[in-house]
């Protein structure tokens, strides 16, 4: 049987990583500024995450959800106290799709609307909500997609208000900051005003924090930025570490009932471990603290190449934009100087997602090998 081709892949087989480095089968070295689509966020292999990993698989990986699995409470204690929601009840789930889904559904059940509000540029997965916006057209989007999605621009306020006032929208789903389609972000008038207008309209907001959460934006969640409260905040990626495993957090204006959200696998006592570890080493090693140090030097020293028009993002979520297509740079930059950057829809821009702790000396690194390959 082959693989079901539907991406593009770079020809490189990394097979073994540690920290902010991967290594391919010859052993050569490469340095992780993507993390995998974002998932890396306390650095590959970290041992204190291995051990806790490996420790519980020798326990017990999996049982259902029809028992009593301590380590999925102590997951939202701790997520509650580290994000600032100890007030928020978690669901689990296993990916930012399904976190994103459950969201959706809560947000229907509780208004008894299903029109969703979304923003030109977002991407929310494969979801009812997904689009992403590439060459004018929408990618990822289910045929139903038309019925139950609307998209508008950010930042225009009145467009979204006019929309509520047809009393139809059960949700608005907003990133703390896009990340596929390129970076671009709501101001903090315009999420107060979401805020202050979903509570009017009995609307849900939803923040999708799938990639921006987890101190990425030097914050916890991004949307912190801003001082907003959502409804519902969903998380994924680097919550695990590379573990798939996503969560929804929710207010308690919404109220839990037997058989209204489910899953197999959500959970799992695995997942939970992984994202247990992950949390006490965000934690311990204070990478929130990190990632603020380390982007303001490195965004102070990127915006000096003459070629960087822009830099967009904030934190360690960052996008260099070019007045170029980067796909060449990237794969100059993966080829001949052996570092993983990431793409967005918007071709001019080079995506920054690397660990948590990585150094300004690994983004210096980067920094000479973008210089060299631009010349
Ligand atoms: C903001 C956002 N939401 C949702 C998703 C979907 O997550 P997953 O690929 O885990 O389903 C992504 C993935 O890139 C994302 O960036």
Do not use: W
């Not at 007030?87 to 809560?106: D, M, P, R, T």
């Amino acid at each position: 049987m082959d693989l079901f081709d539907v991406y593009p892949v770079y020809n490189v087989t990394p097979v073994s990583a540690k920290g902010c480095y991967v290594y391919d089968e010859k052993g050569a070295k490469y340095l992780d500024l993507y993390g995998g689509h974002g998932v890396i966020s306390i650095g590959h292999a970290q041992e204190d995450y291995v051990n806790a990993i490996t420790e519980q698989l020798k326990k017990i990986g999996f049982y259902s959800n029809s028992i009593i699995n301590p380590i999925q409470l102590a997951l939202a204690k701790k997520l509650g106290k580290l994000s600032g929601f100890e007030n928020y009840a978690l669901f689990l789930c296993n990916s930012g799709a399904e976190a994103n889904e459950n969201a959706l559904k809560l947000a229907s059940f509780h208004t008894g609307k299903k029109r969703v509000i979304a923003f030109e540029n977002a991407f929310h997965g494969r979801t009812s909500a997904a689009v992403a916006v590439t060459d004018n057209k929408k990618i990822n989007a289910p045929i139903n997609q038309q019925q139950v999605s609307t998209f508008l621009p950010l930042n225009e306020i009145d467009l979204v208000e006019k929309e509520l006032a047809k009393n139809d929208v059960c949700a608005i789903i907003i990133e703390g900051i896009q990340g596929v389609g390129g970076l671009d972000e709501g101001n903090t008038g315009f999420f107060k005003d979401l805020e202050r207008l979903c509570k009017k309209h009995d609307v849900i907001l939803i923040a999708d924090e799938i990639q921006s959460g987890y101190g990425r934006s030097g914050k916890f969640f991004a949307f912190q930025h801003h001082g907003i409260l959502p409804d519902l905040i969903t998380t994924a990626k680097g919550m695990g570490n590379g573990f798939p495993i996503g969560g929804v957090l929710i207010s308690s204006k919404i109220k839990a009932s037997y058989g209204l959200l489910g899953t197999t696998f959500g959970g799992n006592h695995l997942a939970c471990s992984a994202a247990l570890a992950v949390l006490d080493v965000i934690q311990r090693d204070d990478l929130i603290s990190n990632v603020n140090v380390v982007s303001a030097d490195f965004i102070e020293k990127v915006k000096q190449i003459p070629q960087v028009k822009k830099v967009k993002g904030k934190g360690l979520m960052l996008g260099l934009e070019f007045d170029f297509d980067v796909a060449e740079l990237r794969k100059k930059l993966i080829m001949e100087e052996h570092i993983f950057t990431g793409g967005a829809s918007n071709k001019k821009l080079l995506r920054i997602l690397p660990p948590l702790n990585i150094s300004s000396k690994q983004l210096d690194d980067f920094i000479i090998s973008l210089k060299k390959v631009l010349e």
